[in-house]
């Protein structure tokens, strides 16, 4: 089973701020991985597959980049709804798997 | 616009089944896998299966073989997804989630609402 890691667990920055997140798989997904934005209560929503590819209706501040093991989730300045919980999911092998997670608060 | 509504809540008691409910619509049901995810209290997300609505084919990681199955009526649009053998490890929020689209499995969009299942004597 392929392992991801997100680092870091916590991210605590201000509205306007970059935020860059961390996912490291444990063998080379290729460009197969995606994240997603969990709200408190909500389930979660897709924001980025392939790697780079934005979801139907996701703002252009948030960007994925990576391929192999290291990938990254950047949103370019951030607005008050963006502070959440992100996971990183993976679809290369079965099963396909989610990080743990890292979450974006208010500082 | 697409949409999937769970069923409501559950408390079971350990060694019992639970089975949720998952209705699509906005979409042609048959044409788009269906995939479960749980949540455990804080936790992180666990793929559980996929279903193909159409066929009736499943995949399921190994991880619930022999104790998970996911069914569906075409005719409603309903997916299901029955776990049995509760124990209290298994108390999480379950998810259904509609694959993205037909070109690659394994992408979730979007989700249902969730349903929490409490497994407890």
């Known amino acids: 089973e392929i392992v991801l890691t997100q680092s870091p667990a916590t991210l605590s920055l201000s509205p306007g701020e970059r935020a860059t997140l961390s996912c490291r798989a444990s063998?080379?997904?290729?460009?197969?991985l995606a994240w997603y934005q969990q709200k408190p209560g909500q389930a979660p929503r897709l924001l980025i597959y392939d790697s780079s590819n934005r979801a139907t209706g996701i703002p252009a501040r948030f960007s994925g980049s990576g391929s192999g093991t290291d990938f990254t989730l950047t949103i370019s300045s951030l607005e008050p709804e963006d502070f959440a919980v992100y996971f990183c999911?993976?679809?290369?092998?079965?099963?396909?798997?989610f990080g743990q997670g890292t979450k974006v608060e208010i500082k | 616009q697409v949409q999937l509504v769970q069923s409501g809540a559950e408390v079971k008691k350990p060694g019992a089944s639970v089975k949720v409910s998952c209705k699509a619509s906005?979409?042609?049901?048959?044409?788009?896998?269906i995939n479960w995810v749980r949540q455990a209290p804080g936790q992180g997300l666990e793929w559980m299966g996929w279903m193909n609505p159409k066929s009736g084919n499943t995949g399921y990681a190994q991880k619930f073989q022999g104790r998970v199955t996911m069914t569906r009526n075409t005719s409603t649009s309903t997916a299901y997804m029955e776990l049995s053998s509760l124990r209290s490890e298994d108390t999480a929020i379950y998810y259904c989630?509609?694959?993205?689209?037909?070109?690659?499995?394994?992408?979730?969009?979007?989700w249902g609402q969730g349903t929490l299942v409490t497994v407890s004597s």
């Open positions: 906005g979409y042609t049901f048959s044409t788009y896998d």
């Open positions: 989630a509609k694959r993205r689209s037909l070109t690659e499995a394994g992408w979730f969009d979007p």
């Open positions: 063998q080379s997904v290729s460009n197969f």
């Open positions: 999911q993976m679809r290369s092998n079965w099963p396909w798997t």
